[in-house]
């Protein structure tokens, strides 16, 4: 049972101290170790468990006064990993916060932490960023945690876990973490054979049931992709985001069944963009453009999602782009104007949409 507090007024809230420990696995970071150890230099405690850099990793931490410990996992799972590194933060700690070493806490954390930490919280809910975002908007993310009651599963896309009767997690509605992505790491590619493994443990693992097809989806593992999808899709009381997302991936590798999947994604979650913007563009292809301006003006009424599923930038005008052009196809030119023109203020830069609304406006 999960009981949830939400902090919405920090400036009233009394400060109690708390002690506080980073903790990470880390190999060969040697480029993040700088802005990592530092925007984490007011913890208690910083401790890394190094899985065998040869960069000077723990060299270079330890110079920035990282409390930094060698260790060993083979086989190679993460979550074994990220125990080993829980298991060296200290007993008395209170508040431990999982921060790998492409991610960084932004300035105020401690003080935002500490206020909406309570005598009974076990687990914090806060905003996560990825630092390519056009938008501050995060994602909520909870690896904010008590020193004891958790433990970290599953061999890949690991996540801390409750192993008390109950937990109380408070919820802080601020932006908290950032990560600047690095997708060339190595160890990315270990990936789709620990997910094998982590379905197998268990197969009704909804998200890892997920991110297993979506893995040989990219690996442009087609058929054995098309089976992990359905049987996803089969689990109950799957995330709907995932599910339509699901959904989304069959269409894009089932070209004779596109339109169908597309339809059952958006079924799943109308208010989701990228699905709609996937059939704007099936549609376009076809030149059906009753459906195409049907499909152009839902995507304008949909939104971000606010979870790692979101893909479209913000400044994104593509549905304005191509709901302009199907509406001057209908001759619906008043509304395609109207469209292009806002198209044009979102991609100031984009010839082609500046040139369509000089011609729109001019006929």
Known sequence: ?????????????????????VYTIALNEIDHCERWANSCLQADYRIVADTGSTDGTPEKLRSLGVTVYDITQNPWRFDHARNQALALCPDDVDICISLDMDEYLMDGWRPAIESAWQNDTTRLAYKYVFDANTSMAGFWVNKIHSRHGYTWRRPVHETIFCTMD??????IDCNLIL?????????????????????QEDPQDGQIAFWYARDLVNAGDVDRAKIALREFLDIPNTWVMERNESYRLLAQISPDQSEQYLLKAIAESTTRREPWLDLVKLYYQRQDWLNCAWSSLCGINARK?????????????EFYDYGSISCWHLDWKTKARELVQQAAELVPHDTRIQNNRNFMVGN
Request: aromatic share 6%; net charge negative; hydrophobic share 40%.
């Open 166 to 171: 109950s937990e109380r997690e408070a919820v």
């Open 305 to 317: 999602t606010n979870t790692y599923l979101d893909y479209l930038q913000d400044n994104s005008g």
């Open 179 to 199: 990560q600047k992505q690095d997708l060339h790491k190595s160890s990315r590619g270990n990936y789709l054979p620990l997910l094998a493994i982590a379905h």
């Open 1 to 21: 049972m999960t009981i949830f507090m939400i902090i919405t007024d920090l400036s009233a809230i009394i400060i109690t101290m708390k002690t506080t420990c």
